[in-house]
């Protein structure tokens, strides 16, 4: 039977054992954690050289990067874990894929970006973790020329149209960003909201898909309430 006496002495052992282990390893967990650091920034700087150069650049761990010779991003970016960037135009097909990034980005954890055509992105702009962005589809779903659902969907053809975020902006957690989104400068999008058309500049979105919630009044300094819902 544990009795609260022996849980408590149990507790106490185990901080006890804790501190010891910090003690004896502090040195070697320093030591670790100035290596990995080190070799944090010399992979760091390796990707620059192939993106440009740019000033500032840090990436975390587990990164992907697809097409560096079609991507450029600004100085002073900075990603966090699984950072996945590619340029998936075939230069054959004539498509010259691109993904431009501007400075003093800083994106979270498990960011995706994916450029059939063009991805811009502007200065100055906050994302959260767990962020997806593409401009291109699997197939067509609309228009003349639809896709077949007989026909697999990694065999169909990819079909894509230009994404736009402009500067200051800020994406939250999980926002999914598809083919033709355009978000103006200055907006907010909210978390696990999917952006599929165009967010004017100083706005609050959010929703599935994303809706203007609220616009910045600059005779008010304040968000006001969206009536129009656009």
């Not at 010891?20 to 080190?38: K, M, P, T, W």
């Not at 697809?66 to 075939?90: C, M, Y």
């Not at 907006?187 to 058309?197: D, E, F, K, P, Y």
């Amino acid at each position: 039977m544990v009795t609260r006496e022996t849980e408590t002495a149990s507790r106490g052992s185990f901080a006890a054992r804790l501190r010891q282990f910090r003690s004896q390893n502090g040195l070697y967990l320093s030591i670790a954690h100035a290596v990995d650091e080190a070799i944090l920034r010399v992979r760091s700087a390796l990707v620059a050289s192939s993106l440009g150069n740019p000033r500032g650049f840090r990436l975390g761990h587990g990164w992907r990067i697809l097409g560096a010779t079609q991507i450029r991003v600004g100085s002073e970016f900075e990603a966090g874990a699984h950072l996945w960037l590619e340029a998936i135009g075939r230069p054959d097909a004539g498509l010259g894929a691109r993904i431009a990034v501007g400075d003093r980005v800083t994106v979270g954890d498990s960011v995706r970006i994916s450029a059939l055509n063009s991805v811009a992105i502007g200065s100055d702009v906050l994302m959260g973790s767990r962020i997806y962005i593409a401009d291109h589809n699997h197939g067509s779903y609309s228009g003349a020329e639809q896709s077949d659902p007989a026909i697999s969907p990694h065999r169909r053809a990819l079909r894509g149209e230009h994404v736009a975020i402009g500067d200051r902006v800020w994406i939250g957690e999980g926002v999914i960003v598809l083919a033709g989104a355009r978000i103006g400068s200055g907006s907010i999008v909210g978390a696990n909201s999917v952006v599929t058309g165009v967010i004017p500049e100083n706005s609050i979105a959010a929703g599935a898909p994303a809706r203007v919630l609220k616009k910045f009044d600059s005779s008010t300094n304040r968000w006001e309430r969206s009536t129009g819902g656009s």
